[in-house]
């Protein structure tokens, strides 16, 4: 399968500080990237959709503002979450869509990051 | 709005024997749907998927059934090895390309 890198993989920061977190497909260009944040024992949930070289698409209750998303290329998007909180402690996981043989998009995952803000 | 349930949160099966994951959806417009399987501090990893004009796919010791009157999906991991001892994600998708995902299914494969 697709191999997507996703960096750093846990980060402990300040109350305050904000946080840069990338995700690049390796071997694919990705026109389109996903974010998404795990809370413990929950299910994945959708954050914002990137695609290259416009502005992304934010699911309904993310702030915008505070969860900022750059897609400067077709294999990288970086996800900086802004005067970061210990509420914005969470797993983040960033994926890469690839165009399946049958037309078919299928996601490849990065291994995602564990922010913890103090 | 959880568009596509797991609704067993848990399931233990003995090594060799078939695990049987099920995943109900509520959506009718869905058209492709995947399964994930992720370890702890992991992103998930691409299992098998199945389009909406199926109603089988198999790839190696995994099988995802699909019943569109049902609304629902199965997956069929045999024979099951430790290794398999994951969550497993039931995900679905319409032509927009966004994922909804189920909650998971955390299965052990008992020795």
């Known amino acids: 399968g697709a191999v997507v890198s996703q960096h750093p993989s846990w980060v402990i920061c300040k109350s305050g500080t904000s946080v840069k977190i990338e995700c690049r497909s390796l071997?694919?260009?990705?026109?389109?990237m996903f974010w998404y944040r795990q809370f413990p024992k929950q299910s994945l949930m959708l954050m914002a959709t990137s695609n290259e070289g416009s502005k992304a698409t934010y699911e309904q209750g993310v702030e915008k503002d505070k969860f900022l998303i750059n897609h400067a290329s077709l294999t990288l998007s970086t996800l900086t979450v802004t005067s970061a909180h210990p509420e914005d402690s969470s797993f983040y996981i960033c994926?890469?869509?690839?165009?399946?043989?049958?037309?078919?998009?299928?996601?490849?995952f990065g291994a995602g990051t564990r922010l913890s803000v103090l | 709005d959880q568009q596509v349930k797991q609704n067993s949160p848990s399931l233990s099966v003995q090594e060799g024997r078939i695990s049987i994951l099920n995943c109900d959806y509520t959506n009718s417009m869905f058209d492709y749907f995947l399964w994930y399987k992720k370890y702890p501090a992991e992103g998930p990893t691409f299992l098998i998927s199945?389009?909406?004009?199926?109603d089988k796919n198999e790839d190696g010791r995994f099988t995802v059934f699909l019943n569109k009157s049902a609304k629902h999906l199965s997956l069929h991991i045999v024979p099951s090895q430790p290794g398999d001892s994951a969550v497993y994600f039931c995900?679905?998708?319409?032509?927009?390309?966004?994922?909804?995902f189920g909650a998971g299914t955390t299965v052990t494969v008992r020795a």
């Open positions: 995900a679905a998708t319409k032509n927009d390309y966004k994922l909804s």
């Open positions: 994926s890469a869509r690839m165009r399946g043989l049958a037309g078919k998009n299928i996601q490849y």
């Open positions: 071997d694919f260009q990705a026109t389109t």
């Open positions: 199945i389009s909406s004009i199926k």
